[in-house]
Nanobody, 118 residues
Framework: QVQLVESGGGLVQPGGSLRLSCAASASIFSIYAMGWYRQAPGKQRVLVAVITSDGITDYADSVKGRFTISRDNAENTVYLQMNSLKPEDTAVYYC????????????WGQGTQVTVSS
């Protein structure tokens, strides 16, 4: 019942930047922990970044110092700012909303493609 819609993906050159957005339909967005995951061709899905309902963040080692996750509870939206992009960042990026600790569900968006190439 909670819908997540990712946007902002596309083609970018190495060293470039991109900002992903994930818009949620939930009016109780603020209680969800939010995360970004990615899946490269032939690889398993991995965690990229998370942000708790209190705004605490954590990142995969591969993106620390380059990516920033943030949330705007008034807009029911989570963002992923990606800087200094590398070809190995190429993947489908998925938004996740996890409200299980508050008695709600775990939801996923359909993904947005990010391609880093010259």
């Amino acid at each position: 019942q909670v819908q997540l819609v990712e946007s902002g993906g596309g083609l970018v050159q190495p060293g470039g930047s991109l900002r992903l957005s994930c818009a949620a339909s939930a009016s109780i967005f603020s209680i969800y922990a939010m995360g970004w995951y990615r899946q490269a061709p032939g690889k398993q899905r991995v965690l990229v970044a998370v942000i708790t309902s209190d705004g605490i963040t954590d990142y995969a080692d591969s993106v620390k110092g380059r990516f920033t996750i943030s949330r705007d509870n008034a807009e029911n939206t989570v963002y992923l700012q990606m800087n200094s992009l590398k070809p190995e960042d190429t993947a489908v990026y998925y938004c996740n909303a996890d409200g299980r600790m508050a008695g709600y569900g775990d939801y996923w968006g359909q993904g947005t493609q990010v391609t880093v190439s010259s």
